[in-house]
């Protein structure tokens, strides 16, 4: 069975703070994916990385950097945490098969910004 | 540019009852893949199905079913005989042939009472 493991399911950080969040995955996938999810907007794509020290912006990149030194590795980075960024942040990783693509999501990190 | 509209925020049913979660979309790739997660309360994003564009069938699984129309851009997802345990918000997404990455809705909370 693929495993996406989220380093925490919940979070609290005052503003300014750096925040790291990580995110492994055991089945050697190419991509990754760091999404951020909020009631009434869905999941959008904050940043995603298809290879080692490759990484591209999503939707929504601002005030987010990531970093993947290891391909099972993929951390999302909060500069200096903003209440708006209070939100639960799912880590996917992708594979493709002769039907396409399938995405395995971790289980979310809910971030709270005080 | 590629859109996912679930335009039901909330559905609310009894136990039994049949319920139809609409689902359309929008993109100018010919080939594309179109999929439905399920949310249940503990934040896990559940993969339920996937479907690429040239295959229209429609999918049946248990009490699932699944109706792909590329005539009206719409992938809308049956429960038959709804219970209890199928409550969550069920997302809708797309993706590009060549791009991994997914396009979500902004998701349908279902409710199933006793």
């Known amino acids: 069975d693929v495993k996406v493991t989220q380093s925490s399911r919940y979070l609290v950080k005052r503003t300014g703070e750096k925040v790291f969040l990580e995110c492994v995955q055991d089945?050697?996938?190419?991509?990754m994916f760091w999404y951020r999810q909020d009631p009434g907007l869905g999941l959008r794509l904050i940043y995603f990385?298809?290879?080692?020290?490759?990484?591209e912006k999503g939707d929504i990149p601002e005030g987010y950097s990531v970093s993947r030194e290891k391909k099972e590795r993929f951390s999302l980075i909060l500069e200096s945490a903003s209440t708006n960024q209070t939100s639960m942040y799912l880590c996917a990783s992708s594979a493709r098969d002769l039907s396409g693509i399938e995405q395995y999501f971790g289980p979310g990190t809910r971030l709270t910004v005080t | 540019a590629q859109k996912v509209t679930q335009a039901q925020t909330e559905i609310s049913v009894v136990e039994k009852e049949d319920v139809t979660l609409d689902c359309v979309y929008e993109?100018?790739?010919?080939?594309?893949?179109l999929f439905w997660y399920k949310q249940p309360p503990s934040g896990e994003l559940v993969f339920l199905i996937r479907?690429?564009?040239?295959?229209?069938q429609n999918e049946i699984s248990g009490r699932y079913s699944w109706n792909f129309q590329k005539s009206t851009s719409s992938f809308n997802f049956t429960i038959t005989a709804s219970q209890v345990v199928d409550s969550a918000v069920y997302f809708c997404?797309?993706?590009?042939?060549?791009?991994?990455?997914?396009?979500f809705g902004t998701g349908t909370r279902l409710q199933v009472f006793p």
């Open positions: 089945m050697d996938h190419e991509n």
């Open positions: 993109t100018r790739d010919t080939t594309y893949y």
């Open positions: 479907r690429n564009s040239f295959d229209e």
């Open positions: 990385s298809y290879d080692v020290k490759m990484k």
């Open positions: 997404a797309l993706s590009e042939e060549l791009i991994d990455k997914l396009i």
